[in-house]
């Protein structure tokens, strides 16, 4: 799910990028809209930080899903996004949890702790981390901080 718009700066990359591997369906007034706002917003924190840890992917909340395609493609509820970044000699992170269409929040009011993210995907998003660090980095979101 790495966004086309951060492979600009490689040909292969970019034609790596749209391999069925790097691919989730979603929605497309959601892969327009919010997903691409916080896209957006991840690169401007590329900028400004100088690097960003990123996991995404599909959170699929049922077994009854919307498949499509003829190989029955099964269409997530949800995407996830987690994002951290180094600060102050420690971590800061922040995750997104935004319905695949339909999405009405603003890309702040979908934001919660990597822990709840956590929970909801059945990951250990930040697994590289010592726990100790871990514990404290994800339990909490420092909103000036993004």
């Not at 996991?55 to 699929?60: A, F, I, L, N």
């Not at 994002?83 to 992170?93: N, R």
């Not at 702040?108 to 981390?129: Q, R």
Request: proline share 4%.
């Amino acid at each position: 799910m790495a966004p086309a718009a951060d492979m600009k700066w490689d040909s292969v990359a970019m034609d790596e990028c749209f391999y069925f591997t790097n691919c989730c369906p979603q929605d497309a007034t959601f892969n327009n809209g919010k997903w691409n706002q916080l896209e957006e917003r991840t690169r401007r924190l590329a900028k400004e930080y100088g690097t960003v840890y990123v996991v995404c992917g599909p959170v699929y909340e049922q077994r009854d899903t919307i498949r499509i395609g003829v190989n029955g493609v099964a269409v997530p509820h949800k995407c996830f996004k987690a994002l951290m970044v180094p600060k102050d000699g420690s971590y800061s992170a922040i995750g997104f949890i935004m319905s695949n269409g339909g999405e009405e929040r603003e890309v702040m009011d979908c934001a919660c702790t990597i822990d709840s993210l956590e929970s909801v995907v059945g990951m250990d998003l930040f697994c590289n981390l010592p726990d100790k660090l871990e514990k404290v980095v994800e339990s909490a979101v420092t909103l000036e901080d993004w």
